[in-house]
C-alpha cells in the first residue's frame, strides 16, 4: 500500500477523560493506522499500558484486518465477544472510517475514536506523510498537470497562485511546497503552459456529496 488515510493520535488526557472509569476495550487496524504508527499492534499495546497506569481497566485488544472492513471486523469481533462485553467504552485506534465501521457492530458501548483522521495521503518516507487528495467527487488533477490544487493548495486556488508562496515554499504552511509553484514547472516542462491561460469555473462540490456506491 503506497497512498491511504492519514491519521494523527488524540492526546492521552483527552481519551482519558472521554472513557473516565469505565472499562475499555481496544481496536486497532492493521492496514493505514499501522503504517502511521497509530493503531498497530505496538500502539494499542502501548496504549493498554497507559491507560492501565491511569487505573483504567483494559478487557482486551484486537487489530482489526483492516478496520473498515465490515465482515471481517465481524468475524474477528466475534472471537473477543465476552472481552468486548466486559468493555463500557470502545477506543478505536484506526481512522474515522475504521472507527464508524466499529460502531456499526458494537451497538452496546460508547465507541470513543482514539484518531484525528487528516488527508489521504501518499508515504513519502517511512513517517512522513503528505496530502494528496480530498476525494472531491470529480477529479480534474489532469487539468493542472497531474497535481491537485484541490487537496494541496490550503486556499484550494483553482486559477493560479494566491501571490503569497516565498521561494517555492507555500505561505500557509512553509514545510511543504507550493503547488502552484509546482504546477507551474510542470506545465513549462511539458510545453502546457497555455493551459493557465483557460479560467476554471469554481469546483463543483455537490459531486462530492455522494455517500454511497455499489459495483
Ligand atoms: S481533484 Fe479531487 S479527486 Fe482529484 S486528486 Fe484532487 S481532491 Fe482528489
Ligand atoms: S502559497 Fe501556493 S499552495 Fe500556499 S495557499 Fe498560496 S497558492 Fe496555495
Known sequence: MNVMIITKPKELECLVKSI???????????????LCHTGGEKEVLSMKE???????????WVVLDPACHLLNDKRLLKKHKNKVEQAKKILVLAC???????SEIIKDAEII??????????IKRLSEFEKRCDMCGECIQDLF?????????P???????CGGSIDGKCEVNSEVDCIWDMI???LKEKGQLDRLK??????????????RRTL
Open 145 to 153: 498537470g497531474g497535481l491537485c490544487p484541490v487537496s494541496r493548495c
Open 20 to 34: 473516565g472509569e469505565n472499562p475499555v476495550f481496544i481496536i486497532g487496524c492493521s492496514e493505514c493506522a499501522t
Open 198 to 211: 483557460e479560467i476554471r469555473a469554481p469546483k463543483n462540490w455537490s459531486k462530492s456529496l455522494e455517500t
Open 184 to 186: 507551474y514547472k510542470r
Open 96 to 102: 474515522g472510517n475504521g472507527s464508524q465501521t466499529v
Open 50 to 60: 497507559k491507560l492501565e497506569k491511569k487505573n483504567i481497566k483494559v478487557t482486551g
Open 155 to 161: 486556499k484550494s486556488m483553482l486559477n493560479g497562485p
Open 113 to 122: 475514536p482514539g484518531n484525528d483522521t487528516l488527508f489521504l495521503g501518499e
